[in-house]
């Protein structure tokens, strides 16, 4: 699966550039299937506690049983605990890790599976320095380099 900065650097120049469309904060099959539906190649699930928009593993489970296989299932966490991260993986579904804490990269290549970390950016306009508070851009790991 290739998500991520694929053709922003020199070595690309010339290349055609893959886009890759995630959904995040699904809540419900409804929402998930007509995330698809509209194009989505990916859904992103919140297990960050503080979100309003966090599942639990049995409902994250519910949604991803319901899914097209083609369709990656992403977890997002934010400074979980390895065996919080691992009992989500055994639990929900999900087949691929987005972290947007000050998780390590051998915290994130621990378990196993394909990563996304999100990478925060302000507008060129800004001040030198200003991030802006949304995901801009992803970069993957891959467990197997």
């Known amino acids: 699966m290739e998500f991520g900065n694929q053709g ?5 120049k ?5 886009v890759r469309i995630k959904i995040c904060g699904i809540t419900n ?4 299937l007509a995330a698809i539906h509209s194009g989505a190649d990916a859904l992103g699930f919140m297990f960050y506690e503080k979100s309003p928009r966090c ?5 994250a489970r519910e949604i991803t049983g319901e899914l097209p296989p083609f369709v990656a ?3 997002v966490f ?8 691992k009992r989500t993986i055994d639990e929900s579904g999900i087949d691929t890790l987005q972290f947007h804490g000050d998780e390590s990269p051998e915290f994130c290549l621990q378990f196993g599976l394909s990563i996304l970390l ?5 507008p060129p306009h800004w001040p030198p320095g200003s991030t802006s508070c949304t995901e801009a851009m ?3 790991m891959r467990p197997d380099g």
């Open 8 to 12: 922003t650097s020199d070595s690309h």
């Open 14 to 18: 010339g290349e055609a550039m893959s």
């Open 29 to 32: 099959v409804e929402d998930g």
């Open 55 to 59: 599942v639990s593993n049995d409902q």
């Open 73 to 75: 299932r992403v977890g």
């Open 78 to 85: 934010v400074n979980s605990s390895p065996d919080s991260v």
């Open 118 to 122: 999100a990478e925060p950016s302000a």
């Open 138 to 140: 992803c970069s993957e």
